[in-house]
């Protein structure tokens, strides 16, 4: 018997979470009363929505939460209430992803950690560290999977660190340890340090000037003025971390920090920007060295 599949046809109710997302991913950095306004506007549609009762009630309840504060953010409950109904509607919705200066303080402090490593450690201790810090990160998400009790406790202590949609995925935190991994073992430590560097810094430095100052979309979630930032922080990144191990190749630095770039941009649809920056930025990195040296 032949299966068949039938295509996806997006709904006014996908465009209106699709509004929502993007009312909210800059609602940190807009002017009080105009996002007010629109959220106001947005939550007269939903009311009168197609969304499940539970999913556009909670919306609805977290939407007022917000509206009457003092100051306009991103509570978790709305955060979790759009994951919520993204999931109800079965769509691949933009994922959601707050302003967290906390979150983006851990990253630079991961990186830099793992900077010290690299430049301090002996190949032997820099492959063990990684090793064991992906056996570990890795053998919790399978609790996860497994053991609700488990899933609590680590869902729980992320809390204040993880976006909401990591709830129903695999953490970024767990990616980034991944990515750590696999540059340890295939990546020359200079050229390792230089995608570490660039992931830290380049990566929080997009998010920021993206959200602030992004005019210009490139897909879904992107603007030109992030990725243009995103070089400009990792190649600066990326030649303070060659300048660690010996003299510094700019243009092996700008060529890593572009291919970084190309790899946030990758991450839009599932995959995970913490994977993909690192190893788009060691694989430029193999090309410049083996191929145009």
Not at 61 to 80: F, M, N, Y
Not at 156 to 176: I, K, M, N, Q
Not at 185 to 205: C, K, N, Q, R
């Amino acid at each position: 018997m032949r299966a068949t599949f039938a295509a996806f046809v997006p709904t006014p109710d996908h465009a209106l979470l699709r509004a929502l997302h993007r009312e909210l991913r800059a609602l940190e950095l807009t002017e009080a009363t105009e996002a007010r306004a629109r959220l106001e506007v947005l939550r007269e549609r939903l009311a009168k929505s197609g969304v499940s009762a539970a999913e556009r009630d909670a919306l609805l309840a977290a939407l007022d939460e917000v509206l009457t504060a003092e100051r306009l953010r991103v509570p978790t409950s709305l955060a979790d209430a759009y994951e919520d109904a993204s999931l109800a509607l079965g769509a691949r919705l933009p994922r959601l992803r707050r302003v967290n200066v906390r979150r983006s303080l851990v990253h630079v402090a991961v990186g830099v950690a793992a900077l010290v490593l690299l430049w301090l450690a002996d190949p032997r201790t820099r492959l063990w560290t990684a090793s064991c810090a992906c056996a570990s990160v890795w053998l919790l998400e399978g609790a996860r999977r497994v053991s609700r009790r488990w899933r609590r406790r680590v869902d729980a202590a992320l809390s204040a660190t993880a976006h909401p949609f990591e709830r129903h995925a695999v953490t970024s935190g767990t990616w980034y340890a991944t990515s750590l991994c696999v540059l340890a073992w295939t990546t020359p430590v200079a050229h390792a340090a230089a995608a570490v560097a660039i992931l830290a810094a380049a990566d929080p430095s997009a998010s920021y000037f993206g959200r602030r100052f992004g005019r210009h979309a490139i897909g879904r979630q992107r603007t030109l003025e992030g990725s243009i930032a995103f070089v400009a922080t990792g190649t600066f990144a990326a030649g303070g971390a060659l300048f660690l191990f010996g003299p510094v190749a700019w243009g092996l630095a700008f060529a890593m920090a572009c291919a970084g770039a190309l790899g946030e941009l990758a991450s839009v649809g599932r995959v995970d920007d913490n994977l993909s920056i690192p190893l788009a930025a060691g694989l430029a990195a193999h090309l410049v060295v083996n191929f145009f040296a």
